[in-house]
T-cell receptor, first 111, second 114 residues
Framework: DAKTTQPPSMDCAEGRAANLPCNHSTISGNEYVYWYRQIHSQGPQYIIHGLKNNETNEMASLIITEDRKSSTLILPHATLRDTAVYYCIVRGRANDYKLSFGAGTTVTVRA | DTAVSQTPKYLVTQMGNDKSIKCEQNLGHDTMYWYKQDSKKFLKIMFSYNNKELIINETVPNRFSPKSPDKAHLNLHINSLELGDSAVYFC?????????????FGEGSRLTVL
């Protein structure tokens, strides 16, 4: 399985952009990068995914480096409700397409 | 309308008992999953069904038995409950079998075994 490495925690200021890094240096060509988040006491929530191009949706932007060994999830204007654990997941044929969650990054948005 | 609903939300029971958690999705998805989140907060996949057929069966004790009566329902039955079974169990669904990674999760069922 392609593993991911994320910082255990980070703080960001309300209203500012939050940039969440993820390393996945062993990713293979047909594996996608997925981001989920889990707000306290709730089920995980899908945010975004990508293969090699940058992606944007109403929740966030995903920037994947050209060598695909790392990516950054950007929350453009963090709010207090964005406080959650954010999971970066590599998914593809190598792991039978399972969505396997690691420890994630605990993001705390402060007023 | 709740997309993926689980019942019960909380379950407290004694060791050795048998219990079930039910899951229903109204999204019209063809694939459903059970995940377990232990006290250390790690989420691990347990089972997945696609159109009522088991497609993922992780290394889970055979005391855990999933049942999918139709593609909108995936229930989890646990026999002879042990202390280590205490966790939050999440049901999820998706469309398109394992080829999509966009899962919709329920709110979880917190199981406490005493």
């Amino acid at each position: 399985d392609a593993k991911t490495t994320q910082p255990p925690s980070m703080d960001c200021a309300e209203g500012r952009a939050a940039n969440l890094p993820c390393n996945h240096s062993t990713i293979s060509g047909n594996e996608y990068v997925y981001w989920y988040r889990q707000i306290h006491s709730q089920g995980p929530q899908y945010i975004i995914h990508g293969l090699k191009n940058n992606e944007t949706n109403e929740m966030a932007s995903l920037i994947i480096t050209e060598d695909r060994k790392s990516s950054t999830l950007i929350l453009p204007h963090a709010t207090l409700r964005d406080t959650a654990v954010y999971y970066c997941i590599v998914r593809g044929r190598a792991n039978d397409y399972k969505l396997s969650f690691g420890a994630g990054t605990t993001v705390t948005v402060r007023a | 309308d709740t997309a993926v609903s689980q019942t019960p939300k909380y379950l407290v029971t004694q060791m050795g008992n048998d219990k079930s958690i039910k899951c229903e999705q109204n999204l019209g998805h063809d694939t459903m999953y059970w995940y377990k989140q232990d006290s250390k907060k790690f989420l691990k996949i347990m089972f997945s069904y696609n159109n009522k057929e088991l497609i993922i069966n992780e290394t889970v004790p055979n005391r855990f038995s999933p049942k999918s009566p139709d593609k909108a329902h995936l229930n989890l039955h646990i026999n002879s409950l042990e202390l280590g079974d205490s966790a939050v169990y999440f049901c999820a669904s998706s469309q398109g079998g394992l080829y999509t990674g966009e899962l919709f999760f329920g709110e979880g069922s917190r199981l406490t075994v005493l």
